[in-house]
């Protein structure tokens, strides 16, 4: 078997990026959820959660649809920062090249 120079068996480091995006995303849907509470709030005719921010129901839908946007892109965010972290770099063995030969 022929090596290059460049081979290397340690696992590359984790990418603090991705980490710092994932915890944007959930940040991001957790502002999303607080958003969509206040503009139903409004819409059902408890008190403004905002003060003078969602007093008519015109500012409530804008509220409600501006959370639900801000759900789905921190939630969309979040899954692919994830799913970028648990991708492995380092070498990969079948398991049948790990059993015993008697």
Known sequence: MKFSDNFS????????SWRLGGLAGALGATLGVLLVMAGTATLLGRPPALGELNDS?????TLLLLGIALLIL???IWRHCRQRLRIREDLGLSPHLMKKRD
């Open 9 to 16: 068996t340690r696992p590359a480091p984790r990418r603090w």
């Open 74 to 76: 921190g939630i969309f």
């Open 57 to 61: 129901p015109a500012n409530a839908w």
